[in-house]
């Protein structure tokens, strides 16, 4: 384990995460269970898309190298129209399809919060939003909408870690354009890590 304080971030796939590990020049650490990339600061791990992938991948960032904080960072659609590649610190993270067995409320969580960030609530579930049907009834109590998110900040709660999340809009509609995920998010991937160097590394506590 490194012997200065290290910063856990968890990716869902390496097309979002590629321009993190160039920008700061992260080498490959481990493969198994999950791909770990490290410099002297930083542990990046890639998830794999979906909750179980994200509770599994956070709880092995934490279990093994024990950082100061976990940032869930990476792309989300919008339910309510929002401009591709825009940027968001979620404030608030809903599972619409994990509902409480007695009430039938969502189960909700709520990360760390750092001051002066444009702001959203997250809905995560298993099945991704596909349809303007869809986002219509997600955009009733949640503006993005991802397949891991709760799962990081469930995990962190359980670990007593403190637990930060950032995303940009990689897809907003039926408008074929705004659905090509894979190309909106390698055309705004780079455009999201310089927003992290310029507006997320300062409020860390350390030089990264």
Do not use: W
């Not at 709660?157 to 930060?164: D, G, K, P």
């Amino acid at each position: 384990m490194s012997k200065y304080p290290v910063v856990g971030i968890v990716m869902a796939t390496l097309l979002e995460a590629d321009p993190f590990i160039g920008g700061l020049s992260l080498s490959p650490c481990e493969k198994n269970p999950f791909p770990v990339y490290e410099n002297k600061r930083i542990r990046l791990i890639i998830s794999g898309i979906g909750k179980a992938n994200a509770a599994m991948a956070s709880a092995c960032l934490i279990l093994k190298f024990q950082p100061l904080g976990v940032l869930n960072l990476g792309a989300a659609g919008s339910t309510c129209m929002k401009p591709l590649g825009e940027c968001y610190h979620i404030t608030k993270v809903i599972e619409p399809d994990r509902p409480d067995l007695k009430s039938g409320e969502f189960h909700v969580h709520v990360p760390q919060i750092y001051d002066g960030f444009r702001t959203a609530t997250l809905a995560t579930r298993d099945k991704p939003v596909t349809d303007d049907l869809e986002r219509r009834e997600v955009s009733l109590y949640a503006q993005l909408a991802d397949m891991e998110g709760a799962s990081v900040v469930q995990t962190c709660e359980r670990f007593h870690t403190e637990c930060y999340l950032f995303k940009f809009v990689s897809d907003s509609s039926n408008d074929d354009e705004c659905l090509d995920i894979k190309k909106n998010i390698e055309q705004y991937r780079d455009a999201f890590y310089k927003f992290f160097c310029d507006s997320v590394l300062p409020c860390l506590m350390f030089d990264v």
